[in-house]
């Protein structure tokens, strides 16, 4: 049973942290590491597993990107 609460949150970084986030996730991506980050208080280990996708979503005026990392804690 998974004790874990489910969670959508979206957090807003400035644009220095953002970058940092990226180049961390890049450097542990490129070296086949876990990536481990903390999002509004609470910390995520990424495994390598993770399954890491791009999408664009467009709605009248409004573009959005999103940088996706997906995995399951049953694998």
Known sequence: MN????????????????????????????????????????RISVPVRAICNIEHEREGDAQEIEFQIKWSDTQ
């Not at 874990?4 to 990226?22: G, H, M, N, S, V």
């Not at 180049?23 to 086949?32: C, I, S, V």
């Open 3 to 42: 004790s874990k609460l489910e969670r959508d949150i979206e957090k807003t970084y400035p644009l220095p942290d953002f970058i940092a986030k990226l180049r961390r996730l890049a450097d542990a991506l490129e070296q086949g590491e876990r990536f481990e980050i903390q999002i509004a208080g609470e």
